[in-house]
Each structure stands twice: as C-alpha cells, then as structure tokens.
C-alpha cells in the first residue's frame, strides 16, 4: 500500500498568486509521486479571504480529486488554519507550507526522503531570505536567541511555518495541543520523536503583500514567550532585588553626602529616576500578568480554535 503526502496551505488574501502556486506545486507533487511512490492530498484552508481566493479554490477542486479545501467561516488567524489543515490530513506525512512561494515546493521531495529516513519531524530553517531587510533579520534571530534563553524548550534559530511531521506527530496535535493561543512552530520542534533540519532559501512573495504586520508580529511573539516562558512572571523578584540593591545604594550614598556636605539639597533628579525605574518596571511586569490572565481567560472560555463553514473537494461542496 503506497504512502500519501498531505500537504496544507494557509490561505488569506492570496488570490494573486495561488494559480501559480497552484500549477508550479501540483507538477511538483506529480513528479514526487512518480518518483518515490508516495501519493498526495493538497489541502488548502481558505482563513475568511476577502477577496477572490474561495473562487480559485473552488475551481482548483472542481478540476482536480487532489485537492480539499476546507473553508472557514470566519478569519481565525495563520496559526488556526494550519492545525485546521492537519486536522482534516489522511497522509502518513504532513507539511505546512504558505501560498506565496516563499516556502519553495521544491523542498518536497526532500521532506518525503526524511519521511522514509524516520524522521517524525523536519524543521525547514532559513538560510537567507529574498525580501528581508537587516532589521527584520535582526529582530527574528534576537526572537529565538530571547526564546532559547527564557524557555526551557529548543528552538531552531530561524525556523518557519514550513516544516513536516509524520502521522503520529499529526495525530499528537489534532489531539492534545488544543489551546486557542497558540505557536504551533513551537509545539513541532518540541513535540520530540526522531527530528532533523532541512535548509531553504525563502524567495520574495510572488505576489501581493504580506498578511503579518508589526501588531500581528509582535502579538506572535507575546503569544509564543507566555505559551512557552513563565520567566515574565518571575521578573517581579529580579526587579524587587534589584531595586532593593538599588535603594541600599542610594541610602549610603546620602548618609556619606549629609557628612561630606550637610549643606547640599537632596537630589531631585535621583528621586525623579527611581520613581520612573520604578514604575517602569512595574508596569511592565503588570503587562506581561495581563497577558498571562488574557491567555487564562480564552482557555478558560474553551470557544472552538476554528469554525468551518463547508469542505470543498471534486464531489461537491459540504456545508458544516
């Protein structure tokens, strides 16, 4: 009995773009069948596009018995269309990739090589990429060296969306590693079983523009630090102790200048610092203890990850 690739795709606005991904992927995937005996699924999972991808996909359905798309009912987010994506996976390997060509199809077939090696998990780690300025190269490797050093969890330094797991792994997902607030990457690379890394170069968008702006990153990386680091929550006792440390300083300090000079007026400017150290830190721990009870709360509500309105494939299309 042959094998089968799953292979998911997040979709948002890509209507400009998704022919070629479709075509340059699907020849790919052609190609990979026939060489290594592996049969495949492409599932793309529509995350509430406002504009014409539902009609492409639905066209890529109607043509081809490969393709599933399962549509949302409303956008829920890059990280809720994957896990809906692995979800609805019947391959013995998954890989989750974007529909922009950044993560190159090419890459496939070496996935499909480490399956038949394995290897559970395949970490796809960037080598360069084409459409990356020096302050997003350098924001993204302090984002994993900060990860690395407040977690106790390992993170592949530049690391993506684009990785491959086998069933097992995918079943471990659909089944345990069920928060709303989530960094899937991050359960991946941890997850454990018998993992290895495979290098890409990530190319410019094919086009359009990208769906993450700076809220939606910084907002991935709050998310990720409070899924994986409670070193936030401890940063209270660092900052007590250094404030302690502080203020014994500046009590010496003042004892020595009242006999060095008891003329001399008590330092303003000492107090406005301490007052602003102070608070700063205090308002920064308040955030991060909002942000904890933030993901709590959505836990706590236990609303669904992602609600699907219909699945699409050749047969039709089935409401849900």
């Not at 990356?132 to 407040?150: C, Q």
């Not at 990850?305 to 299309?317: H, L, Q, R």
Request: hydrophobic share 45%; aromatic share 10%; charged share 20%.
């Amino acid at each position: 009995m042959s094998k089968k690739i799953s292979i998911v795709v997040s979709v948002y606005n890509e209507e400009l773009g998704l022919r070629q991904f479709y075509d340059h992927t699907s020849q790919i995937l052609k190609d990979a069948s026939a060489n290594t005996g592996w049969d495949y699924e492409l599932i793309f999972v529509n995350d509430g596009s406002k504009d014409g991808s539902l009609d492409i996909l639905r066209e890529f359905a109607a043509a081809d018995d490969k393709v599933v798309v399962v549509n949302f009912a409303a956008n829920r987010g890059h990280e809720a269309a994957m896990i809906a994506g692995i979800d609805q996976s019947t391959g013995d390997g998954v890989v989750c990739m974007d529909a922009d060509l950044q993560h190159p199809p090419e890459a496939i077939p070496d996935i499909i090589d480490k399956f038949n090696q394995g290897y559970d998990v395949i970490s796809m780690v960037r080598t360069a990429r084409a459409d990356a300025g020096i302050i997003k190269k350098i924001t993204s490797a302090a984002f994993y060296h900060v990860m690395n050093k407040m977690s106790k969890a390992n993170f592949e330094n530049n690391s993506s969306d684009f990785f491959g797991i086998s069933r097992r792994v995918a079943l471990v997902l659909k089944n345990d590693y069920r928060e709303r607030v989530r960094f899937l990457r991050g359960y991946v690379q941890n997850v454990g079983f018998k993992k290895t890394t495979l290098e890409f170069e990530a190319r410019a968008r094919v086009a359009g523009e990208s769906n993450y702006n700076i809220r939606a990153l910084v907002k991935l990386a709050l998310n990720s630090i409070c899924n994986f680091s409670d070193a936030p929550l401890k940063m209270g006792i660092y900052a007590g102790v250094l404030s302690l440390l502080a203020a014994f300083i500046l009590v010496v300090y003042s004892i020595v200048m009242y006999f060095i000079q008891p003329d001399m007026p008590q330092g303003y400017t000492t107090l406005v610092i301490v007052l602003c150290f102070m608070f700063g830190v205090l308002f920064m721990i308040l955030g991060f203890i909002s942000e904890y009870l933030a993901i709590i709360f959505a836990e706590v509500k236990n609303r669904p990850i992602y609600i699907v309105d219909s699945i699409i494939t050749k047969d039709g299309e089935e409401l849900k």
